[in-house]
């Protein structure tokens, strides 16, 4: 399996990105997908989460009302639309696929990943 992330980049406080994955090697259309971030000298940590059939989401708390997960499952590709960026939001972030929801509002990692994008936002 490969997943391709783009989108990453340098942008101001308060302003957008929208990181877009690309999937190939397995069926995207059957797998939950999500978004991953590690900032330097922290712990990966789980941004957003999408189910296969794009109607179940999950958000952690940080990002809620802010970032937006979603796919297109003509084109393999789960996007994740951020807004309002903070300084706080610098990390690089990682595209996750065959997750699972354990929990309302959870989503836990597969065993796909990409190579990630780094975002950095500047105050």
């Known amino acids: 399996a490969q997943l391709v992330e783009s989108g990453g980049g340098l942008v101001q406080y308060g302003g957008s990105l929208r990181l877009s994955c690309t999937v190939s090697g397995f069926t995207f259309s059957s797998y939950s997908m999500g978004w991953f971030r590690q900032a330097p000298g922290r712990q990966r940590e789980l941004v957003a989460g999408?189910?296969?059939?794009?109607?179940?989401?999950a958000y952690t708390d940080s990002v809620k009302g802010r970032f937006t997960i979603s796919r297109d499952n003509t084109k393999s590709t789960v996007y994740l639309q951020m807004n309002s960026l903070k300084p706080e939001d610098t990390a690089v972030y990682y595209c996750?696929?065959?997750?699972?929801?354990?929990?309302?509002?959870?989503?836990?990692?597969?065993?796909?990943w990409g190579q990630g994008t780094q975002v950095t936002v500047s105050s």
């Open positions: 996750n696929g065959g997750g699972y929801f354990p929990e309302v509002n959870n989503y836990a990692p597969g065993p796909y």
């Open positions: 999408i189910g296969w059939e794009g109607e179940r989401t």
